[in-house]
């Protein structure tokens, strides 16, 4: 009495329903066009939500700019190309002069010796986790890695304040001008015995993006066939030389995108690179010297900072933003020369 | 348990893990788990709780009287700025019983934008409003300059073996700060202090990083007494120091002149005396060197010259109480000023309610009145009558939407 008719050929089609439910009226043929007809309907609803988060994500960099460059309209007008040369930053003079060579020297050469330090311990450390360490080791040591990238950056900033600094100061930095200060780049000048310095602020730097760097090579390592390492062993190789000539080869792609992320990470940190800078706003010769970085000054003048001076801010802002993107295609071209020469495309 | 076992392998079709399958789960729904994390949630609600009684001040005497509260009881007062005021703000805040002070030191700068952007109902600012923050108000709006405190601001040290009381003049510390002087021994320092063991270290020049009222009241200082600070550097809440690192805040500048050896800084007298820091004798216009206390900063305040009117927004400019004479003068004395619309319905608008306007004058009003009974103890100097008089105008002045206020 109502129920679809058994032998209709409709196979499975032809369960009765739940009880207490007056069974489907419809015949299974209609049933299935219903079904393919929601099928089809989701299936266009969920395109149209992925392409909207795409998109959004398109669009928010673009906003992004837009914004900032509305906002630093007036003093990309009063100051033009002169800003990116300009080597002074003071809100008093008559005429009142900004300009940003003092933050992108700073915030480059922090970023680069950050690099500099952090890829050989991390990848020291994604090797060992990847390739050497006893199983029973690997998990808790990669934990504690990964326990790093957790922790905040301000308190790295007081770590860094209360720790590195006067450690830097009493017996790094002198040690340093005693044996290196011939050359400029460690030479000690007057101001520079504080401990805050561009290469204090690079140390704790390069702590920070460990962690990033060392899970994502890690990752990279961990994707290479045994084959690799197999076949190096097998032409007799050490332990050594066939993790350089297996895994290391093969990741070269993923442990080069892991450093350009970990250089990001470097070129936008605030709070832990304010309090062990120095904040001085003048191009550090030395690396002994105090500097100052584009996202550090931000931070502190950001509060208080009313007009013109807001304005070169958010300029300072702007020029933060090329230079991400400025390195981040900079990597794109030169991962696809190095995926090029073989390996993973990972 | 094994007959247990097989009755449960026997049974498992259908009917969940079986007991050997569990011993195979991680034993993590035990009862011992279970009290772990409770006892960890109970810590935690109790730190909250404390730390929440902390800062609403449950455990601080109040030895105010909080016999009649004047209208407008109970509110909480938003502010926000000057450093050098925020060792008495705090002390305000937990004192003052007929209301909640919330007070965010972040430096003058900051608190004038602040209260630009209508986030607090005060901004402190050592510094008197300049053309730039003057333009800057809302349209149509007029801010109230009220002095609250007079302080004296003390160049701190760090020199081993140098206690207290070190001679420093105008033009050696300009030479300092510019970078002229870079060693402790340098004769120019040497020869005002005969008998005191200078080290031949470099000195580490300190200063503050953000907009900063005691900055703008030491560079002011630094104009006067030397015509190239004048022209190079100038006076200003912010300024391109020539050398020297820079830290955020007062406190900043006193814990890194503390940490680090040979350093100098700047920054209000109490961040000194709390921090156990030594201090300069600073040379005043009668050539004669003096330590900061309340005395002898007292007697900078008494000698201030006709204050402006309130409204006078940027007219406070060429007010200050540096150099006076006196043989026991100090020299860098200032005050330090809350700044407050003066029509709160007109300015803030909806939000603001006349209770909270109410609440706002009280407290103003307690400040600069019971309040000053607190300053002394943080070696801050309190109000003349003269002030305290131009003052409760001043308060009394401010509207709700075209209505008074306050009225005593």
């Not at chain 2, 004296?152 to 207290?164: F, M, N, Q, T």
């Amino acid at each position: 009495m109502g129920e679809a008719p058994v032998g209709s050929g409709a196979g499975a089609d032809a369960r009765p329903g739940p009880p207490g439910v007056p069974p489907a009226t419809t015949s299974p043929l209609a049933r299935g066009a219903a079904r393919r007809l929601r099928a089809r309907a989701a299936d266009l609803a969920f395109g149209w939500v992925a392409l909207a988060a795409a998109g959004a994500l398109v669009v928010l960099p673009v906003l992004l700019v837009i914004v900032l460059a509305q906002n630093s309209w007036m003093s990309l007008v009063r100051f033009g190309p002169g800003f990116l040369f300009g080597r002074t930053w003071d809100p008093n003079l008559a005429p009142i002069t900004f300009g940003a060579v003092p933050f992108v020297a700073g915030t480059i050469e922090t970023s680069v010796i950050a690099l500099l330090i952090g890829v050989p311990l991390s990848l020291g450390a994604a090797v060992f986790l990847a390739e050497l360490a006893p199983d029973w080791l690997r998990a808790p040591v990669a934990s504690v890695v990964d326990l790093l990238a957790a922790v905040p950056s301000v308190v790295f900033g007081l770590w860094g304040l209360y720790v590195l600094v006067p450690f830097m100061r009493t017996s790094v930095d002198p040690f340093l001008v005693k044996y290196f200060g011939w050359s400029p780049i460690f030479a000690g000048h007057a101001g520079s015995q504080s401990g805050q310095s561009i290469l204090t602020a690079s140390i704790i730097l390069a702590v920070m993006i460990l962690p990033t760097i060392s899970s994502v090579s890690r990752e990279a390592l961990r994707a290479t066939p045994d084959s690799q390492r197999e076949a190096a062993l097998s032409l007799g190789a050490t332990r050594w030389e066939a993790t350089r000539l297996g895994p290391l080869a093969y990741a070269r792609s993923g442990i080069f995108g892991a450093a350009v992320l970990g250089l990001g990470r470097a070129m936008g940190e605030t709070m832990a690179v304010t309090m062990t800078i120095g904040n001085s706003n003048r191009v550090a010769t030395s690396l002994l010297d105090p500097g100052q970085t584009l996202s550090s000054l931000i931070a502190i003048n950001f509060g208080n900072a009313l007009a013109l001076e807001l304005s070169a801010l958010v300029e300072l802002g702007l020029i933060l933003m090329a230079l991400s993107l400025l390195v981040n295609v900079v990597a794109r071209l030169m991962l696809r020369s190095i995926t090029r020469l073989g390996g993973s495309t990972a | 348990m094994s007959a247990n076992n097989a009755s449960g392998t026997n049974a498992s079709a259908s009917a969940g893990p079986s007991a050997s399958d569990k011993s195979m789960l991680p034993k993590s729904s035990s009862s011992s788990h279970m009290a772990l994390y409770a006892a960890v949630v109970i810590v935690v609600i109790v730190i909250a709780v404390v730390g929440y009684g902390a800062y609403a001040g449950w455990f601080t005497k109040k030895t105010a009287a909080t016999s009649a509260c004047p209208a407008g009881t109970g509110q909480t007062i938003a502010g926000a700025g000057s450093s050098l005021a925020a060792p008495l703000m705090t002390l305000w805040a937990s004192q003052y019983s007929c209301g909640q002070l919330n007070y965010n030191s972040v430096g003058s700068g900051a608190g004038v934008t602040s209260l630009t952007q209508k986030t607090v109902d005060l901004g402190a600012s050592d510094a008197p409003l300049s053309s730039t923050q003057v333009s800057a108000l809302p349209a149509g709006s007029t801010v109230l300059t009220i002095p609250e405190l007079v302080a004296g601001v003390a160049i701190i040290y760090d020199i081993s073996g140098v206690s207290k009381g070190l001679n420093l003049s105008g033009s050696v510390l300009a030479g300092i700060y510019l970078g002229t002087i870079t060693t402790w021994n340098n004769a120019a320092i040497t020869s005002l202090n005969p008998g005191v063991k200078l080290p031949s270290a470099n000195i580490t020049v300190v200063e503050r990083a953000d907009s900063s009222g005691t900055t703008y009241v030491y560079t002011s200082w630094l104009s006067l007494e030397n015509s190239t600070w004048k022209t190079k550097v100038g006076a200003a809440t912010t300024v391109n120091w020539p050398v020297g690192i820079k830290e955020s805040g007062s406190l900043g500048v006193a814990g890194t002149v503390k940490s680090d050896p040979n350093s100098i800084g700047y920054a209000d007298l109490a961040y000194a005396i709390t921090n156990g820091l030594a201090y300069a004798a600073v040379q005043n216009p009668a050539n004669t060197y003096v330590l900061p206390n309340v005395t002898n900063v007292a007697e900078a305040a008494a000698q201030a010259p006709s204050l402006p009117a309130p409204n006078a927004e940027a007219g406070w400019d060429s007010f200050s109480i540096l150099n006076e004479a006196g043989t026991s003068t100090y020299p860098i004395a200032t005050f330090s000023y809350v700044m407050v619309y003066s029509d709160l319905g007109a300015v803030y608008g909806s939000s603001e309610s006349h209770a909270h306007a109410q609440g706002v004058v009280a407290f103003l009003w307690w400040a600069v009145t019971t309040g000053q009974t607190y300053s002394t103890g943080l070696s801050y100097v309190p109000l003349s009558s003269n002030v305290v008089i131009a003052d409760e105008a001043a308060i009394n002045s401010v509207l709700y939407n075209g209505q008074t206020l306050q009225s005593h």
